[in-house]
């Protein structure tokens, strides 16, 4: 399988007139509550294209619903361990104008074990890859098992922070990352520039860059391979990038090649962009054949 130690969050989205002001208190139009989290979203692209994933994480041992909503999903659930700390969860308002206000607590996400981490991992050695975001605890540690035991390790280091620099990135299988991360991760602004700082400090990287409603791009062994975007209306961006994540590296691990890969990632991430939500706006791979016919 793929082994995806990620974030679990539940999101409750609150509709509000303006974003609250200091000192007021201000009631919400509506409340909606669902799954979320870079980790989670990623396990349950992984699954929709047709991937085995097992998902490591924690969430309160009030929030069964989670797992349960994830196993339904197609994700392997064992090895996540219910906490009596809070599941991590995201307090969003969403404004008149459609813009968000966003308070996230890491909470469970933030106190996995090194136990847990490294029995899992020696467990899986014969795991496809390790897959990992940026929003759990013992990032570092997972990142080196991993790498110890011989499994390709593939970083999406969102959000992206100063001490993702820090990681030794060369020894990566696969990084994938947004421009805003590659932006921030090279210090480099011009996307000539970020790919060529990124293929010149991870020569054995694969190397794979999203440019939103431009597609993607990735980079490997002195080749550079294009996706544009399919064209189509955005309705809500939110869990594009890791419905793009996790349909690529479900084609990678299936053997298909980087191309196909790509653009089967961009497929499925430009239908993601055509609905509301996160989970729920994640395609399966029958949306997608019927989306080319
Ligand atoms: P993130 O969601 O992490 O900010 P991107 O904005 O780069 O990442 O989006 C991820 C992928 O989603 C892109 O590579 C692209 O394939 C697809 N995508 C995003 N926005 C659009 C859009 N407006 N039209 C078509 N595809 C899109």
């Known amino acids: 399988p793929i082994i995806n130690i990620g974030s679990i969050n539940i999101d409750y989205v609150y509709r509000v007139p303006h974003f609250v002001q200091p000192g007021e208190t201000l009631a ?25 994933v097992q998902h490591v994480g924690q969430v309160h041992q009030s929030d069964v619903w989670a797992v349960e909503q994830l196993t339904a999903a197609g994700v392997g659930t064992d090895a996540i361990q219910l906490s009596s700390e809070a599941s991590g969860h995201a307090i969003i308002q969403v404004d008149d104008a459609g813009e968000n206000a966003i308070v996230l607590h890491g909470g469970a996400n933030q106190t996995l074990k090194p136990d847990t981490v490294s029995s899992v991992l020696t467990q899986h050695s014969e795991a496809a890859c390790l897959l990992l975001q940026n929003e759990c605890n013992l990032l570092a540690d997972s990142f080196a098992i991993a790498h110890e035991l011989g499994v390709a390790v593939v970083l999406n280091p969102a959000p ?37 700082t990124l293929r010149d400090r991870l020569p054995n990287t694969r190397l794979v860059i999203t440019l939103g409603a431009q597609g993607a791009l990735l980079a490997h062994s ?72």
Request: hydrophobic residues 45%; charged residues 15%; negative net charge.
């Open 28 to 52: 919400s139009q509506t409340l909606s509550k669902g799954l979320g989290g870079k980790g989670a979203n990623q396990s349950v692209a992984i699954a929709a294209a047709g991937g085995h």
């Open 222 to 293: 002195g080749k550079i391979l294009e996706c544009a975007a399919e064209h189509v209306t955005a309705v809500d961006t939110t869990g594009a990038g890791d419905t793009f994540v996790g349909y690529f590296l479900a084609g990678v691990v299936a053997g298909l090649s980087d191309q196909d890969s790509l653009a089967r990632a961009c497929l499925a991430s430009a239908i993601a962009v055509t609905r509301s939500g996160a989970i729920s706006s994640i395609p399966t791979l029958d949306e997608l054949s019927r989306y080319k016919n």
């Open 160 to 196: 992206m922070t100063q001490d993702i620099i820090d990681l030794p990135l060369h020894l990566l299988d696969t990084l994938i990352v947004n421009q805003g991360e590659a932006q921030g991760l090279t210090g480099e602004i011009a996307i000539d520039d970020v790919v060529r």
